[in-house]
């Protein structure tokens, strides 16, 4: 690791460049939002969003590390029952290296959509003809978003990137949504040598014209997903002779929102996916059922999470059912450290990139670069999780979802200016 003088000065001459840069890429960064927005794909399905950021990438002379070789043997949590060709094989990561002895950057961009029907009508991107063209999969959450300006920030940078020290890398995440990702990322070790971590989210109530950088109370996040196995029967003839799996999903289930009652801060618990049985004359053998907790603290998310088994297996053992409980993801608790903020802060001050900075932002949920910043943090780095300002249409995971794309060239001359400040970069 490399000691990190967190510096906002930015060369004079190279800050005209990328603000008059920025300004230039808003059509293109606008363009390429909206072919991601076209064609949604759901985490560990990125692929041919992958396609799209590695042939830009490699197009800019970045060396680019995909496919097999990205996570390599690292798990991938969560995929699908049925994977098809190529899943759990997205992603992607750029380097440069300078040459020259300095810090290692990275800037972390996040690239899956969600399982939402997209709304039609006057919602903007139905109207303007770039809606979602796969049913029932959007991008609701602006990752989209976060694609191209991490494509912008790429494109924008190359040209003055061997002036500076150190190393940068550029990471596309895939299978952000559900914690799933990050873990990976980070059990595949590029998170090992980072000295400064930089991740993005646009709006989450941040308004256009203003960012986020003293950010905190992001909560600590794990899903499992839940399968019990009883025993079939008749169940109007010998329904004695069944184990109901169903019966001790619902006692489980109610028993598992009950928990969420604590003087702790964040704790949360929900089931959201439920299904059993097959027909309604047989006593369910099988049921599957996943849920998420969340905690303001990770040591109280481990505690929750103990008891969350144990009511589980207490519902087993009263139905006479086995149970498998397999982690499907999760996130780690995480604020901003002062110092990081205060410099991000201050660089976004100096590019004139967002007119105002919020004093303080409770986040309140959870985020999977979460996982990565303490990866990093843990190796003797350190980092920041920005939430950069937008007007949203309606709240993120909503079929009415959609954000203000100002916010693309402003996201994209920050995310410049942070990395020119840590890199010591200048106009060539």
């Not at 041919?48 to 680019?64: H, K, M, P, S």
């Not at 996916?273 to 309604?280: E, H, Q």
Request: proline share 5%; with cysteine; hydrophobic share 45%.
């Amino acid at each position: 690791m490399t000691d990190l003088p967190l510096s906002p000065d930015l060369d004079p001459s190279l800050l005209t460049r990328l603000q008059e840069g920025a300004q230039a890429l808003q059509p293109w960064l606008v363009e390429r939002r909206r072919h991601f927005h076209r064609t949604p794909e759901l985490g560990w399905q990125e692929i041919e969003t992958t396609a799209r950021i590695v042939d830009d990438l490699t197009a800019e002379g970045y060396e680019v590390i995909s496919g097999p070789d990205f996570l390599g043997e690292a798990e991938r949590a969560g995929l699908s029952a049925n994977p098809i060709p190529g899943e759990g094989d997205t992603g992607c990561i750029a380097l440069f290296d300078t040459g020259r002895p300095g810090p290692t950057v990275c800037l972390r961009v996040d690239i899956d959509a969600l399982p939402i029907h997209e709304a039609g009508g006057n919602h903007a991107p139905s109207a303007g003809g770039y809606a979602s063209a796969t049913p029932g999969v959007m991008h609701a959450c602006g990752h989209d978003g976060h694609s191209a300006i991490g494509l912008g920030t790429a494109r924008l940078l190359r040209p003055f990137l061997a002036s500076g020290r150190g190393r940068l890398k550029l990471l596309f995440q895939p299978a952000e949504e559900g914690g799933r990702g990050g873990r990976a990322v980070a059990e595949a070790g590029w998170m090992d040598d980072v000295d400064l971590f930089v991740a993005i989210h646009l709006g989450l109530g941040v308004p256009s014209g203003s960012a986020a950088f003293a950010v905190h109370g992001f909560l600590a996040n794990a899903r499992h997903l839940v399968t019990l196995t009883g025993r079939a029967a008749h169940a109007g003839k010998t329904p004695e002779g069944g184990r109901n799996a169903l019966l001790g999903a619902a006692q489980a289930v109610q028993g598992l929102h009950a928990l969420a009652q604590s003087s702790q801060p964040g704790i949360r618990v929900n089931v959201g996916l439920l299904s059993a049985g097959t027909a309604v004359n047989i006593v369910p053998e099988r049921a599957e059922f996943e849920f998420e907790m969340r905690a303001g603290d990770s040591d109280d998310l481990a505690a929750l999470d103990r008891r969350c088994r144990a009511m589980i297996e207490g519902a087993a053992i009263g139905h006479g059912l086995e149970v498998e409980i397999t982690p499907m993801g999760g996130a780690e608790a995480w604020s901003n450290p002062a110092e990081v903020a205060r410099w991000g802060a201050a660089v976004n001050a100096r590019s004139g990139a967002f007119e105002t900075a919020l004093p303080d932002l409770f986040f309140g949920a959870s985020e999977d670069a979460t996982t990565l910043a303490r990866r990093a943090a843990a190796r003797g780095g350190t980092g920041g999780i920005f939430v950069l300002g937008a007007d949203l249409a309606d709240a993120h995971h909503t079929p009415h979802f959609d954000f203000d794309e100002a916010a693309l060239s402003r996201s994209v001359l920050l995310t410049s200016g942070l990395i020119a400040a840590a890199m010591g970069l200048a106009a060539a």
